[in-house]
C-alpha cells in the first residue's frame, strides 16, 4: 500500500494526479473541506446572517455541497434552506429523492420541494412525449432551464439571500467550453463564483462553493463521509452537449492531470481583463407572464412551456 503523502502514516486511499499527492481518508476529507472553505474565503460566497438555499438533487455534488456548507455556515453563521426541484423523472427523481431526504433528516435540515408540474404544469416525462412534435430540441434543453428558473423561484420564495448550487470544477471548464464553442461570450460575464443578475428583483443570486473540487472528489468525499446519495444517471442526458465535453475533458484529465482548474483559471483571468459594457436597464425587462427577469418581452422558460403547451401529442423518436 502507499503511505498518505501528508501525514504519512496512514494508507493512502486517494490518489490526486493534478497535485501528485497520495491521501488517506482523514487527510483527504480536510482537503476537500479546505479546498470549499477556501473558495469562500476567495469570493466572499457566504457571509454572516446569509440566508442560503442550497440546491439538492440527491447526487453526490448536492451532498457533498451540503454537508459541507453546514460545516462552514457554523463558523460565519448563516442559515441554509435545502431546496430539491422534482422534474417528474419516473424510476430517477423518486429514487434520487430518498437520498436527499435521508440526508437532510441526518443533518436535522427540513428539506423543501417544488416540482416542474407544479410550475410549468408539465413533467419533465411529458416534455420528452411532446418534443418531438416541436422544433427539435434535446431534454437538456429544456430540463436545463425549467431547473435553474424552478430553483430560483423557490429560493425566492423562501427568501434566500443567495442559492448555493452543486456545480463542481468537471461543470464549470464543462460550460466554459460550451459558451466557447456555441459562440456566446456575453455569457462568461454574468458566470463565475457567483453568477446572475445581482440587482434584479425576484432573482437570487447563485453561488458555486465546489468550483475548485472535481466530480470525482465529491464522490469519494460523499463514500468517505458515509453520505447517502444516488449514483444513477438520468435516463435523458444522452441527448445532452455537454455528455459529450465531460468525456473529452476527462480523457484530456488522464494524459494532463490539472487541465480542468487551468481552464477555471484561464477564464477568471481573461474575464478580469474583459472591458464589459454593463447591460442596461432598457436591456433587461421581467417576464410578462411569470415576473422573473430576462432580456426579451417573455423569460425562456416561459417560452418553452407555452411551446410544449400548443404542441401536438407524439412519442419520442430516438434522435440524437
Same mark, same amino acid.
Given at each position: 500500500?502507499?503511505?498518505?503523502?501528508?501525514?504519512?502514516?496512514?494508507?493512502?486511499?486517494?490518489?490526486?494526479? /493534478?497535485?501528485?499527492?497520495?491521501?488517506?481518508?482523514?487527510?483527504?476529507?480536510?482537503?476537500?473541506?479546505?479546498?470549499?472553505?477556501?473558495?469562500?474565503? =476567495?469570493?466572499?460566497?457566504?457571509?454572516?446572517?446569509?440566508?442560503?438555499?442550497?440546491?439538492?438533487?440527491?447526487?453526490?455534488?448536492?451532498?457533498?455541497?451540503?454537508?459541507?456548507?453546514?460545516?462552514? @455556515?457554523?463558523?460565519?453563521?448563516?442559515?441554509?434552506?435545502?431546496?430539491?426541484?422534482?422534474?417528474?423523472?419516473?424510476?430517477?427523481?423518486?429514487?434520487?429523492?430518498?437520498?436527499?431526504?435521508?440526508?437532510?433528516? $441526518?443533518?436535522?435540515?427540513?428539506?423543501?420541494?417544488?416540482?416542474?408540474?407544479?410550475?410549468?404544469?408539465?413533467?419533465?416525462?411529458?416534455?420528452?412525449?411532446?418534443?418531438?412534435?416541436? $422544433?427539435?430540441?434535446?431534454?437538456?434543453?429544456?430540463?436545463?432551464?425549467?431547473?435553474?428558473?424552478?430553483?430560483?423561484?423557490?429560493?425566492?420564495?423562501?427568501?434566500?439571500? $443567495?442559492?448555493?448550487?452543486?456545480?463542481?470544477?468537471?461543470?464549470?471548464?464543462?460550460?466554459?467550453?460550451?459558451?466557447?464553442?456555441?459562440?456566446?461570450?456575453?455569457?462568461?460575464?454574468?458566470?463565475?463564483?457567483?453568477?446572475?443578475?445581482?440587482?434584479?428583483?425576484?432573482?437570487?443570486?447563485?453561488?458555486?462553493?465546489?468550483?475548485?473540487? @472535481?466530480?470525482?472528489?465529491?464522490?469519494? /468525499?460523499?463514500?468517505?463521509?458515509?453520505?447517502?446519495?444516488?449514483?444513477? =444517471?438520468?435516463? /435523458?442526458?444522452?441527448?445532452?452537449?455537454?455528455?459529450?465535453?465531460?468525456?473529452?475533458?476527462?480523457?484530456?484529465?488522464? $494524459?494532463?492531470?490539472?487541465?480542468?482548474?487551468?481552464?477555471?483559471?484561464?477564464?477568471?483571468?481573461?474575464? =478580469?481583463?474583459?472591458?464589459?459594457?454593463?447591460?442596461?436597464?432598457?436591456?433587461?425587462?421581467?417576464?410578462?407572464?411569470?415576473? @422573473?427577469?430576462?432580456?426579451?418581452?417573455?423569460?425562456?422558460?416561459?417560452?418553452?412551456?407555452?411551446?410544449?403547451?400548443?404542441?401536438?401529442?407524439?412519442?419520442?423518436?430516438?434522435?440524437?
Amino acid at each position: 500500500m502507499v503511505t498518505c503523502t501528508k501525514c504519512k502514516k496512514r494508507d493512502a486511499v486517494v490518489d490526486l494526479g /493534478y497535485t501528485g499527492s497520495d491521501l488517506c481518508s482523514p487527510c483527504f476529507i480536510a482537503y476537500f473541506e479546505h479546498r470549499v472553505f477556501k473558495t469562500n474565503r =476567495e469570493f466572499k460566497l457566504i457571509q454572516h446572517g446569509d440566508k442560503i438555499g442550497v440546491g439538492v438533487s440527491g447526487g453526490k455534488d448536492s451532498a457533498a455541497l451540503l454537508f459541507v456548507l453546514t460545516k462552514l @455556515t457554523k463558523h460565519v453563521g448563516a442559515q441554509l434552506i435545502p431546496i430539491l426541484i422534482d422534474e417528474g423523472i419516473t424510476g430517477y427523481r423518486d429514487k434520487a429523492a430518498e437520498k436527499a431526504q435521508a440526508l437532510c433528516d $441526518k443533518l436535522g435540515l427540513t428539506l423543501h420541494r417544488l416540482s416542474y408540474k407544479k410550475v410549468f404544469g408539465i413533467s419533465m416525462d411529458e416534455t420528452v412525449k411532446k418534443r418531438d412534435k416541436v $422544433k427539435w430540441r434535446g431534454a437538456c434543453s429544456y430540463c436545463g432551464v425549467f431547473r435553474k428558473h424552478a430553483l430560483n423561484k423557490a429560493a425566492f420564495d423562501l427568501g434566500c439571500d $443567495k442559492l448555493a448550487i452543486g456545480h463542481n470544477a468537471d461543470d464549470m471548464a464543462q460550460t466554459i467550453l460550451m459558451n466557447f464553442l456555441k459562440s456566446e461570450p456575453a455569457r462568461f460575464m454574468r458566470f463565475g463564483a457567483f453568477s446572475g443578475i445581482t440587482e434584479r428583483d425576484k432573482f437570487v443570486m447563485r453561488i458555486k462553493p465546489l468550483m475548485y473540487v @472535481t466530480e470525482r472528489e465529491c464522490a469519494i /468525499y460523499c463514500t468517505l463521509r458515509d453520505l447517502p446519495f444516488h449514483l444513477q =444517471e438520468c435516463p /435523458y442526458s444522452s441527448d445532452s452537449f455537454r455528455g459529450e465535453l465531460k468525456d473529452f475533458l476527462n480523457s484530456v484529465e488522464e $494524459k494532463h492531470p490539472g487541465s480542468k482548474f487551468n481552464i477555471i483559471k484561464s477564464f477568471l483571468s481573461l474575464k =478580469e481583463l474583459m472591458v464589459a459594457a454593463p447591460v442596461s436597464e432598457k436591456e433587461l425587462k421581467h417576464c410578462a407572464k411569470c415576473g @422573473t427577469p430576462c432580456s426579451g418581452e417573455n423569460c425562456k422558460a416561459c417560452l418553452l412551456t407555452e411551446e410544449l403547451k400548443n404542441a401536438p401529442q407524439g412519442q419520442l423518436k430516438n434522435r440524437k
